[in-house]
């Protein structure tokens, strides 16, 4: 079955409210005036609960400092 954008199904499940996973990661002079970006998502289980994703607001001088 083929699906529009708008009519993909959203699959969300918790496998419990003890079981909250983040990932975090960032990358090193993304943006043309060296900053770099910084993203994270969230979930309970099966499905993404919660996203996030910004330009960072400071200069950094190497990607391990990008990181931190």
């Known amino acids: 079955m ?3 954008v708008y009519e ?5 499940s918790a496998t419990g409210l003890d079981c909250l996973e983040t990932w975090v ?3 090193y002079a993304t943006h043309g005036d060296m900053r770099g970006h910084t993203g994270a998502v969230s ?3 099966k ?3 919660h996203t996030k994703s910004s330009k960072q607001k400071m200069n ?3 990607s391990t400092e990008t990181e931190v």
């Open 2 to 4: 083929q699906y529009t």
């Open 8 to 12: 993909v199904p959203r699959i969300i």
């Open 25 to 27: 990661d960032a990358s």
């Open 43 to 45: 979930t309970l289980g």
């Open 47 to 49: 499905g993404v609960v």
């Open 60 to 62: 950094t001088k190497s």
